[in-house]
């Protein structure tokens, strides 16, 4: 299969955690890798290499993401606020970010985006519930609504402009799961990379929903949803599950955060209060 499906792919985020693990395995997607985070994150990706070019740009500002967009024909976008905090910089970068970038897009005839949207656009749900993309979004956070934002916008701009977008609502990517929430919401770098490549060469994306997920044992997500994209995961948290346990104490099943799919991200950033009986917090909140 050919997976050099588009000449030149922009990766916002770059600098970041996911944008490190992505960008020697997204050259083989393209003939140049067009490398973009902010100004002072730019410092983090050294010099550009082979098949590369860096090109700053902050998300909030309308004049660079439009530089950073020209003559790309797909976007893998990583860049943005990718925690919880006050909604300031997350309207900047997520919401203010994203509509700049799809208005590049639409600009310069960008064909196709990979949204690197969030678990917590649907952190609201038990950790007991099997979810679809049909579920409607129960953000838990202001950077889970941020999140849920990009995906109706990228919705908007296929509906009226028909540039496709895969909005993958990453679990916990990382290089191993932290803790037992992570065995379930994990997704290995190689997996993501597996995903992306899908959603970059599929012949019809459209506007689609995927909940980015290794083969993990225990799942919140149907796993068939995904298959649409010709996504199959080849890792699993399950050989991480014995250190993880050892390493982890037992879990209180009254904590909100134990019982949320969304775990901590309950009771970061603003806070928690009263009228949410039930919700009581993590021990001593
Ligand atoms: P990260 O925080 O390591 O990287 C995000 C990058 O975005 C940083 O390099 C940062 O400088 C850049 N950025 C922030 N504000 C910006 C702005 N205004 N303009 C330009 N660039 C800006 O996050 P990570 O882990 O690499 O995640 C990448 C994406 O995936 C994020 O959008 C995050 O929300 C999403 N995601 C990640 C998950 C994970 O497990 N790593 C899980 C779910 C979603
Ligand atoms: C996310 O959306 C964050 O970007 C990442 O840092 C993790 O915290 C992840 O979710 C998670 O839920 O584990």
């Not at 977008?165 to 990379?193: N, Q, Y």
């Not at 899908?198 to 149907?222: E, K, Q, R």
């Not at 099943?253 to 209060?273: N, R």
């Amino acid at each position: 299969m050919t997976i050099k499906a588009h000449s030149t792919l922009l990766l916002t985020g770059a600098a970041g955690g996911l944008g490190a693990a992505l960008r020697d395995r997204l050259k083989a997607n393209c003939d140049m890798l067009r490398l973009s985070d902010r100004q002072e994150a730019c410092s983090k990706l050294g010099p550009a290499q082979d098949h590369e070019v860096i090109v700053p740009a902050d998300l909030a500002d309308a004049v660079q993401v439009d530089r950073a967009v020209q003559g790309c024909q797909a976007i893998v976008h990583m860049g943005g606020m990718s925690v919880e905090g006050p909604f300031e910089p997350i309207l900047q970068a997520n919401i203010l970010g994203v509509y700049n970038l799809y208005e590049a897009a639409r600009n310069h005839r960008v064909k196709r985006v990979v949204f690197a949207s969030s678990n917590h656009v649907t952190g609201f749900y038990k950790q007991s519930q099997t979810l679809t993309p049909a579920h409607p979004p129960r953000p838990d956070s202001l950077y889970g609504v941020s999140k849920a934002f990009g995906e109706d916008l990228a919705s908007m701009y296929f509906d009226r402009y028909g540039i496709e977008t895969a909005c993958v609502r990453i679990g916990s990517s990382f290089p191993e799961p932290k803790d037992r929430r992570m065995l379930a919401s994990w997704l290995s770098f190689d997996d993501l990379h597996r995903l992306i490549t899908a959603c970059l060469t599929t012949p019809v994306l459209g506007h689609t929903i995927i909940f980015g997920m290794s083969d993990n044992a225990v799942s919140w997500y149907d796993k068939a949803s995904v298959r649409h994209v010709g996504y199959r995961p080849q890792d699993t948290s399950d050989v991480f599950k014995e250190a993880v346990y050892a390493r982890t104490p037992e879990p209180d099943a009254t904590d909100p955060a134990v019982q949320y799919q969304g775990g901590g991200f309950l009771f970061s950033g603003i806070p928690m209060t009263a009228h949410l009986s039930g919700h009581n917090g993590p021990k001593g909140k």
